[in-house]
C-alpha cells in the first residue's frame, strides 16, 4: 500500500509541468532588447557529445558568414567533416553534408533545434511574453509546439539560461560562461526528456 | 548564325586534352613513376627497415568554402607492427592509441576503449593509418593508387575503392622521402573540397619506443 501511494506520488510528480509556477509579469521592453541572445562569433569550439550512452568528441565551426547566414560544422579531430549546418538569415535550415552516420531526420532535427537555440534564432524577431518564478523571468516566444525562453534574473544584470518546453515539459536548456555572450568560453545544452548533452570550449588559438 | 550548333569532333578532342593535361599537371614537379611493379617492391622494403618512428606533426584543415582554417600541433609515435600513438597537444588535447586491434581514444572529457574489430569504420581507420606508416598501402584493396616522383621524394595518389571510404575521402596524399622511405605528410582530401594535411617534422626513425607507450 505504502508502495502504490509513492508510486503515485511520483508519477504525479512526473506529470505536474516543469512551468507551473511561472506567473505572468509585464515585459520589460528594454531588458528583452538587451537580454535577447544575439547569436554567436566566429569560433572554433571542442565538442563532445553525450547520447544514450555513446560519446563522441571533435571540434565546433560556429562561422558567420558575409550574407548573415551561420554555418555550424562539426569535424573530428583528425579533420573529418561530420556534418555541415547553414542557418540562413531568414532562419531557414539546410544541412549541406552530413555523414551517412548522422544523416537520419531525428538526429538532423533534434541537432537544428539545439544549434538554432544556441544561435538564438527563435529570438529574433521577439513577441516576447513574460513570466516569472522565483528571482527568474522567463521571456517566452511561441515556437510551433513549444515555447523558447531565455532567463533572467530579476534585476536583468544576467542572462541565466536558454530553454525550449512544451506547456507542460522543460525540454532543452543552454547554459553559457564566459564575459563575452557573443564568444562564451563554454557552452552546454542538455535534453531533459532523454540523455543527451552537447558540451563546447572554445579554443584559444595558438 | 546557329547558337545551339552542338560541338564537333575537333571541340571534345580538344576538351579531352585539356583535360587530360590538367589531370597530369595536378602534381606540379611530379612525373609517374615508370615502373610502379619495381617502386611497390622497393617501397615494401625499405619501410620494412623502419622499426619507429617519433615525430612532431602539424595539422591543417582547410574548409575551403567557409575560408576557414585550424591549426592543430601534437606528437606522433609508431613502433612495428601495428603500433601508433598520436597526441593532440595544442589547442586541445587528444589522445589516440592503436594497438593491434585495440584502440585508445581519450578526448578532454572521456576515454574510450574500441575494439576495432567490432566496428568496421574503426578497422578501416586503423588499417589505413598503419598501412600508410608502414609502408603497406599500396597493396590495400581500399585504394587504387597512382605514384608520381620528384628528385626527393614520392607522391603517393590513393583513391578509395570502397563506397563507405569515399564518403569521407576523394583522395588520400601520401609524400614520401626518397632518402629514407619515410612518410613526410598526408593529405586528405574530402569530396567537399575541404582538406586535412599532417605534416611532420623532427622526425626519429629506429630509436627505441618503449612498448608502454602504446599502453591501453
Known amino acids: 500500500m505504502r508502495y502504490l501511494r509513492y508510486s503515485l506520488l511520483l508519477l504525479l510528480g512526473a506529470c505536474a509541468s516543469a512551468y507551473k509556477g511561472l506567473r505572468p509579469v509585464a515585459v520589460d521592453p528594454s531588458c528583452a532588447a538587451r537580454m535577447a541572445p544575439q547569436g554567436l562569433g566566429t569560433a572554433w569550439y571542442t565538442t563532445s557529445v553525450d547520447v544514450i550512452g555513446k560519446h563522441i568528441s571533435g571540434l565546433l565551426l560556429v562561422k558567420q558568414m558575409p550574407d548573415s547566414s551561420t554555418r555550424v560544422v562539426f569535424t573530428n579531430e583528425a579533420g573529418v567533416t561530420f556534418f555541415d549546418f547553414a542557418f540562413a538569415a531568414d532562419g531557414s535550415f539546410s544541412a549541406r553534408q552530413v555523414i551517412k552516420q548522422l544523416n537520419k531526420k531525428p538526429v538532423i532535427e533534434t541537432l537544428r533545434k539545439d544549434f538554432a537555440l544556441v544561435l538564438g534564432l527563435p529570438f529574433r524577431n521577439g513577441a516576447w511574453q513574460a513570466w516569472q518564478e522565483g528571482d527568474e523571468v522567463y521571456y517566452g516566444v511561441a515556437q510551433k509546439k513549444e515555447t523558447a525562453y531565455f532567463i533572467t534574473g530579476p534585476d536583468c544584470a544576467s542572462l541565466r539560461r536558454l530553454e525550449t518546453g512544451s506547456r507542460r515539459k522543460r525540454k532543452v536548456t543552454v547554459e553559457q560562461t564566459g564575459n563575452n555572450a557573443l564568444l562564451p568560453d563554454t557552452i552546454i545544452v542538455r535534453h531533459h526528456t532523454f540523455a543527451m548533452t552537447i558540451s563546447l570550449r572554445k579554443l584559444e588559438r595558438p | ?216
Not at chain 2, 598520436?86 to 574500441?114: A, C, H, S, W
Not at chain 2, 622521402?177 to 619515410?182: E, F, G, P
Open chain 2, 1 to 216: 548564325m546557329n547558337s545551339n550548333r552542338k560541338p564537333g569532333v575537333p571541340v571534345w578532342m580538344f576538351l579531352i586534352l585539356i583535360a587530360g593535361a590538367a589531370r597530369a599537371q595536378q602534381y606540379t614537379g611530379y612525373k609517374p613513376v615508370a615502373d610502379l611493379p619495381a617502386f611497390k617492391q622497393r617501397f615494401a622494403t625499405e619501410s620494412q627497415k623502419v622499426q619507429t618512428i617519433t615525430a612532431d606533426f602539424t595539422q591543417e584543415k582547410v574548409l575551403t568554402a567557409l575560408t576557414e582554417k585550424i591549426t592543430s600541433y601534437g606528437k606522433f609515435w609508431f613502433k612495428r607492427s601495428n603500433r601508433v600513438r598520436i597526441d593532440y597537444t595544442k589547442p586541445f588535447t587528444y589522445r589516440m592509441v592503436m594497438n593491434g586491434d585495440k584502440m585508445l581514444v581519450r578526448d578532454e572529457q572521456k576515454e574510450n576503449r574500441i575494439n576495432v574489430r567490432s566496428n568496421k569504420l574503426f578497422q578501416q581507420v586503423n588499417r589505413i593509418m598503419i598501412d600508410c606508416v608502414q609502408g603497406t598501402i599500396l597493396d590495400s584493396k581500399d585504394f587504387t593508387s597512382r605514384v608520381f616522383e620528384n628528385d626527393k621524394q614520392y607522391l603517393l595518389e590513393m583513391t578509395p575503392a570502397s563506397k563507405s571510404l569515399k564518403e569521407f575521402f576523394k583522395t588520400i596524399v601520401l609524400v614520401v622521402d626518397k632518402k629514407d622511405y619515410s612518410v613526410k605528410s598526408i593529405e586528405m582530401n574530402e569530396p567537399a573540397g575541404d582538406v586535412t594535411t599532417i605534416l611532420f617534422s623532427n622526425k626519429t626513425l629506429n630509436a627505441a619506443v618503449a612498448d608502454e607507450v602504446f599502453a591501453l
